[in-house]
């Protein structure tokens, strides 16, 4: 009538306590190693990106260096007809 609680009761009560807090440092552990991991994983698609970047300019670079390297060649630029095309 009083509210009180019995020693047993108040027992399984701290271990319960304990045992969630046991989790909560588990969790807490957890979401600090995935937050490092979604970090190096930024950090790789972010160098993976610039990488693609670097080789699509690269790319366009060569495609622009064949292109003037043609026209200047015997095979375009000469005013003849078909000039510019490769046969």
């Known amino acids: 009538m009083f509210g009180f ?3 047993s ?3 399984k009560m701290e271990n319960d306590a304990n045992e969630s807090r046991e989790r909560i440092r588990i969790l ?8 490092l991991n979604i970090s190096n994983l930024q ?8 990488t693609q970047e670097a080789v699509s300019y690269d ?3 060569i495609g ?5 390297l043609l ?5 375009g630029g000469s005013g ?4 510019g095309t490769l046969h």
Request: aromatic share 2%.
């Open 5 to 7: 609680i019995s020693r």
């Open 9 to 11: 009761k108040v027992k």
């Open 28 to 35: 807490e552990e957890t979401c600090e190693l995935l937050t």
């Open 43 to 50: 950090s790789a698609i972010m160098a993976t990106s610039q």
């Open 59 to 61: 790319v366009a670079r």
């Open 64 to 68: 622009e260096l064949l292109t003037v």
């Open 71 to 75: 026209e200047a060649s015997e095979f």
């Open 80 to 83: 003849d007809p078909g000039s």
